[in-house]
Every structure is written in C-alpha cells, then in structure tokens.
Nanobody
Framework: QVQLAESGGGSVQAGGSLTLSCAAS????????WGWFRQAPGKEREFVAT?????????YSSDVVKGRFTISRDNAKNTLSLQMNNLNPEDTAVYYC?????????????????????WGLGTQVTVSS
C-alpha cells in the first residue's frame, strides 16, 4: 500500500512563493507518474504538473502555471515537490499529490486524474491580493 502526505501549504500574498512537498511511503518502485492537481472551491479538480519517471523524467505542466511552478522528484528521498512562484489569488486551492503505475507515451494520459492510483489528502494554499 502506498501513502502520500502533502505538506507546505499556507497563506501568502500575491507575488509570493511556496514550496509543497509530498512524502511517499510504501512500495513506490512501480509508480511512474507523479503529479500535482488542485481543486478550488466550487470548481473541478484540475491538473497542475507531473513528472513521468519511465520516460526519462519528462515534465508536463498546465499552461496556467507554466513558467511559475516547477515540479521535481527526489527519488532518493521518495518525495515530490512543487515550487510555486509569483502566486496569484487564482492559485488558491487545495493541492493534491498523486502517483500512478501507468506507462503511456501520451501527455494527455498524465493530465487526467483517473490515470493516478494513489492520492494524498491535500494541502490548502491561499493567496490573497
């Protein structure tokens, strides 16, 4: 069984930065897709970014966060991070870490929440103007 635990959320002002971390435990060696999703109040969950380990560490991110957010995976520490810079109020959401065993050459595959097998409980990020 795999468990994912997010940390690092909090409240910041617009233009600020936060780094989210996701600590993984259990048998993670066969998990190849590691991603971040978010869900704002009253909105559907949306893809933020992912790193695909089996394809040499390809990184995908949504257009909304591209250039501001950076995803990274530390295999030695078994952690996933999301460095978030230049935050704005529209980034306010609960952020979820996810991991999946699927192997696909399709970027769209990793943008779908249904492609991930394990999820953390989430961490709240609030950005004030």
């Amino acid at each position: 069984q795999v468990q994912l635990a997010e940390s690092g959320g909090g409240s910041v002002q617009a233009g600020g930065s936060l780094t989210l971390s996701c600590a993984a435990s259990g048998s993670t060696s066969s998990l190849y897709g590691w991603g971040w999703f978010r869900q704002a109040p009253g909105k559907e969950r949306e893809f933020v970014a992912t790193v695909v380990l089996w394809s040499g560490g390809k990184l995908y991110s949504s257009d909304v966060v591209k250039g501001r957010f950076t995803i990274s995976r530390d295999n030695a520490k078994n952690t996933l991070s999301l460095q978030m810079n230049n935050l704005n109020p529209e980034d306010t959401a609960v952020y979820y870490c996810a991991a999946g065993s699927g192997m696909s050459p399709s970027e769209d595959y990793y943008r779908r929440g249904g492609s991930y097998d394990y999820w953390g409980l989430g961490t709240q990020v609030t950005v004030s103007s």
